[in-house]
Nanobody
Framework: QVQLVESGGGSVQAGGSLRLSCAASKYRGNFMGWFRQAPGKEREGVAA????????YYTNSVKDRFTISQDNSKNTVYLQMNSLKPEDTAMYYC????????????????????WGQGTQVTVSS
């Protein structure tokens, strides 16, 4: 069974940085992503990566601040978050899509079928 284990969340002040990690096991597919959900809000796609081709995708609000990357030798995907803002506060989830078929909208949560347990990110002003 596929397992995704996130780590790296925490509390920082605005302008600070955090790096989230997502270690995958027994996963076969080529797309992984990071999503976030703040209290009272819908889950939002933050970033995604084609783990075979290397293409990356970001939601507009994090472009130029967040970077998604991978270490295939460790089956791990990272989310480097810089210049954090209070509005980045949320539970962050790692997700993975099984298989290798193409699909539209890389940041739509319904396109992913494996999820981690989440890691909390809190940014104070």
């Amino acid at each position: 069974q596929v397992q995704l284990v996130e780590s790296g969340g925490g509390s920082v002040q605005a302008g600070g940085s955090l790096r989230l990690s997502c270690a995958a096991s027994k996963y076969r597919g080529n797309f992984m992503g990071w999503f976030r959900q703040a209290p009272g809000k819908e889950r939002e796609g933050v970033a995604a990566i084609d783990t075979v081709g290397g293409s990356t995708y970001y939601t507009n609000s994090v472009k130029d601040r967040f970077t998604i990357s991978q270490d295939n030798s460790k089956n791990t995907v990272y989310l480097q978050m810089n210049s954090l803002k209070p509005e980045d506060t949320a539970m962050y989830y790692c997700a993975a899509r099984g298989g290798f078929a193409g699909f539209p909208n890389k940041l739509r949560s319904s396109n992913y079928n494996y999820w981690g347990q989440g890691t909390q990110v809190t940014v104070s002003s």
